[in-house]
């Protein structure tokens, strides 16, 4: 079936007042960079609706990328006729024919919206006669239910055309990446990060991953590991920027000054002095991180008192409340769990102690700190990072040759 275009409503964006605008031209950009490659599409943000003008183009392919664009409440695949009855019912006859051919329907009601009054017909009389010309021509197979019907014909009368759609497909939700501000993104290679990425963005944060990698105690894979989790991420957002950030001095000299049940602290406390320090250089508003609450010992609340000690920087959780079911869950539906559970160990795990503190004192975390060169090791860490744009989809790890290689 080749439709016209695809109609977006916008969902949470209509509550958004004088500032609408700000919201939908965002949004707007958004779908523009998700349909990148689809060659002749046309993308018009409007003040009600945002329309995707196909002009040719594979109507399922284009739906597929906007079930990753947040701010879409649901869009609906349409056909678009002049403002006649006659060319409007021949679209309507044309739209549920496949689908009557299919098997997915015995009964239907029409629904009319009108924006311009002017038209010939009013709502009631473009519903009876709409309905009328569907029952003639699908005599029999086809009966009125205004009730509960199998498919509803939902018929817009505006001041450019007669649009028609028999399909509401949910979108998202959510609001548009990039209309909340940015943020750093503190990604580990494991199961929760990812998770909190994504909730980040669906409130419209714009992401940088931040990921702290201690070679040689991490390898090679879990590092394109956590760069694979960002460009399955991505597909949100058209492309995030990853920051690697080199940990080995900060935790070789952790790991020999330090008492062992303070080690997790003081590293986590690094580890937000840094994000929240590349934050500030990248006019970032926050850092984000995967943290939920006694989940491990270094998301006690005690815990977090100890580590946020380091800075004002408001520091955001979005999986804070959830449980680990919930957590994955998510997850699996984002297609991130399969990659997170690859058996690469990051720098969270390399160095754990065997029983680490869960009830760390602020006073004497401050004190062992005090024996190390702070200012220097968080220095020569900011010096060493690298930056890499990462696209939707863009893969970096060969799974099944690293696992074998992980294994010998």
Do not use: W
């Amino acid at each position: 079936m080749k439709y016209d275009e695809i109609m977006v409503r916008y969902g949470e964006l209509s509550t958004k007042g004088r500032n609408k605008k700000t919201f939908t031209d965002r949004l707007g950009e958004n779908v523009r960079q998700s349909l990148r490659g689809i060659d002749d599409v046309k993308v018009h943000a409007r003040p009600d609706r945002l329309h995707v003008v196909l002009n040719g183009a594979d109507s399922d392919v284009v739906m597929d990328r906007l079930h990753n664009v947040f701010g879409i409440q649901s869009f609906s695949p349409v056909l678009r006729t002049e403002k006649d009855f006659d060319q409007a019912a021949e679209a309507a006859i044309k739209m549920l024919a496949p689908q009557l051919e299919a098997g997915k329907i015995t009964t239907f009601k029409v629904e009319t919206k009108r924006q311009d009054h002017k038209f010939a017909l009013d709502t009631f009389q473009m519903n009876r006669q709409m309905g009328g010309a569907l029952l003639k021509a699908f005599d029999g197979q086809l009966k009125v239910d205004v009730h509960n019907p199998a498919i509803t014909v939902l018929v817009d009368v505006r001041l450019n055309g007669i649009y028609l759609t028999s399909q509401v497909i949910p979108g998202p939700g959510g609001m548009p990446v990039g209309t909340a501000g940015k943020g750093m993104m503190m990604l580990s290679g494991g199961i929760d990060s990812p998770v909190a990425a994504y909730l980040a963005m669906k409130r419209g944060v714009s992401l940088e991953m931040v990921h702290f990698y201690s070679p040689p105690y991490t390898s090679e894979q879990a590092l394109a590991k956590s760069k694979e989790l960002t460009g399955v991420l991505a597909k949100y957002s058209g492309h995030i920027r990853f920051i690697q950030v080199p940990f080995t001095e900060i935790q070789e000299t952790i790991k020999e000054k330090l008492p062992e049940g303070y080690l997790m602290t003081v590293q986590r406390r690094f580890m937000l002095r840094l994000a929240a320090a590349i934050a500030q250089k990248r006019h970032g508003l926050a850092v984000f991180n995967g943290e939920a609450l006694g989940q491990v010992a270094s998301q006690t609340m005690n815990s977090m008192v100890a580590i946020n000690d380091v800075t004002s920087f408001p520091v955001l959780r979005p999986v804070l409340s959830f449980d680990k079911t919930e957590i994955i869950k998510i997850a699996e539906e984002i297609g991130t769990y399969d990659l997170s559970i690859l058996p690469y160990e990051d720098c969270c795990t390399v160095f754990t102690p065997p029983s680490p503190k869960t009830k760390p004192n602020l006073e004497k975390t401050r004190y062992y700190e005090q024996l190390l060169d702070i200012d220097g090791l968080v220095q020569r860490a900011l010096a060493g990072i690298e930056i890499t744009d990462i696209h939707a989809g863009q893969e970096f790890l060969n799974q099944n040759q690293d696992v074998f290689a992980e294994l010998l």
